[in-house]
């Protein structure tokens, strides 16, 4: 099992970045997908998570700002996140459960994740 993101970087606040996770070695079985962001002293948070038939989540923090998509014939997930915020700065995480039921975006629900990549928005 293999999730790699990309697309993290610097931006100046109300601008836009788009993150990339691409995955391997685990679709077939993967039931939810997600971002989850973690900042310096503080707990990983879920951003938003999909469902293998589309169905999104977000936190509120983010509705209206970000949007999470798939495709399934690449085998990958974007986070689309427009008017980025200061607060928005932190690693982003993309993730994967195999667990059934409805996807929460609790970090616990999820078995594999990638490395992370770093979101800075700073003026």
């Known amino acids: 099992v293999r999730m790699v993101e990309s697309g993290g970087g610097s931006v100046q606040p109300g601008g836009s970045l788009r993150l990339s996770c691409a995955a391997s070695g685990y679709t077939d079985s993967s039931s939810c997908m997600g971002w989850f962001r973690q900042a310096p002293g503080k707990g990983r948070e879920g951003v938003a998570v999909?469902?293998?038939?589309?169905?999104?989540s977000y936190a509120d923090s983010v509705k209206g700002r970000f949007t999470i998509s798939q495709d399934n014939a690449k085998n990958t997930l974007y986070l689309q996140m427009d008017s980025l915020k200061p607060e928005d700065t932190a690693m982003y995480y993309c993730?994967?459960?195999?667990?059934?039921?409805?996807?929460?975006?609790?970090?616990?629900?999820?078995?594999?994740w990638g490395q992370g990549t770093q979101v800075t928005v700073s003026s």
């Open positions: 993730a994967a459960s195999t667990k059934m039921g409805p996807c929460l975006a609790k970090p616990g629900y999820y078995d594999y």
């Open positions: 999909v469902a293998r038939d589309g169905r999104t």
